[in-house]
């Protein structure tokens, strides 16, 4: 039996705020998620003895038991008992070190689909519960649409989000999540926000009413994101980010001497901006390029080679595997 090319969607996260710390060092956050559809492909054929085995386009060369496809299918294995194993095939295109949680998308398409192919018969909750010890972000692909996260991603509230697209453009460097969070001087109280606290701007830009402008050199972008259009929200890890890693700052300050107000997803490196159709992040997209191409000195300021590529994806409302495992409760006892 095969599955083929399953599907591993990324994550922007919209805001990022940083409320605390626990014992353990790790950080209290609360963030709004959303899906996007640059995703990774996943093929994974049935093997019957047992074994868990992996192949990857993943250029950064990880032993088998930190890829996190392989600790999720072994960790399904654990707690079900389930005697069957795999041959899983990930072909990467979210980068990684990005902040778009490409890992631990990967993990959650896995444990959908071995959960399928074994007739292990879990339930959202229980692949949620085993989701947690691999990543912090694995939970919310899980639960498949866009969503208040808090903790350190376990509270997770569902969310209505605009059909939006998005650039994303990643710097050339790879980030360790860690890095950022044990800065000294990371933000790390920043008041506590309620959903009503966001929804509205929220509802404001899913209304179509929005501001959009064709700027003076020509490139069509949402002049205001529905951020900094509210002033509502931010990306505490982004001020750190910007100070530590040059590309970063770079690829930010060019893209503001162009008028688009990119922001941070995660820990980095990927920087996004909204456009309010595919075909206007599209455009904007090949007249950035275009630009780079150019080797333009803008505004005093030259990008070098600091911009490594440019995603144009749209939002997704729900995961598409979101209705492979079922919501209901008590199928199966997991130990
Ligand atoms: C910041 C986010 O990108 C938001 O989506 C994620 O929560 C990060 O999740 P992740 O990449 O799976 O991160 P992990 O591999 O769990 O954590 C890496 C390291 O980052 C720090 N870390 C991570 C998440 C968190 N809430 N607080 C932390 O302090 C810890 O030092 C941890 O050892
Ligand atoms: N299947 C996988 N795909 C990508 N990275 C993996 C995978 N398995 C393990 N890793 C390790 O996890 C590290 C970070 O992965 P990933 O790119 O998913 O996180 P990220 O970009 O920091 O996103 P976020 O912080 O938002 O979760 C990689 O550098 C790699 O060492």
Known sequence: MTFYDLPAPAKLNLFLHVVG?????????????RLISL?????????????????????????????????????????????LGAHIHVNKRIPSGAGLGGGSSDAATVLLALNRMWRTGLNRQQLMAIGLTLGADVPFFLQGTAAFV???????????????????????????????FTDPDLT????TVK??????CINFVGSGN??????????????KTIWSGSGFGKN????????????????KSWLSTLGVEARLSGSGSCLFAEADTPESAQLASEELLAKMQSGNEISNFKLGGSLKSVHVCDGLQFHPLKDWVSDSLGSRQVG
């Open 195 to 200: 959903i009503t606290d966001f929804s509205g």
């Open 21 to 33: 710390r626990r014992e353990d060092g790790y950080h209290l956050l609360q963030s709004l998620f």
């Open 210 to 223: 929005t501001v959009q402008n064709r700027l003076s050199d020509g490139v069509i972008m949402r002049n």
């Open 150 to 180: 808090q903790g350190i991603g376990e509270q997770i509230e569902s969310v209505n989000v605009p059909d939006i697209s998005y650039l994303v453009f990643k710097p050339d460097v790879h980030i360790e999540t860690a890095a950022v």
């Open 236 to 251: 505490d890890l982004e001020a750190v980010v910007l100070r530590r890693f040059a590309a970063v700052h770079r690829v």
């Open 188 to 191: 790390r109280d920043s008041e």
């Open 39 to 83: 995703s990774d492909s996943i093929t994974i054929d049935l093997r019957r003895d047992g074994r868990i085995s992996r192949e990857s386009t993943l250029t950064e060369q990880i032993a088998d038991e930190s890829d996190l496809v392989v600790r999720a299918a072994r960790a399904i294995q654990r707690a079900t008992g389930c005697v």
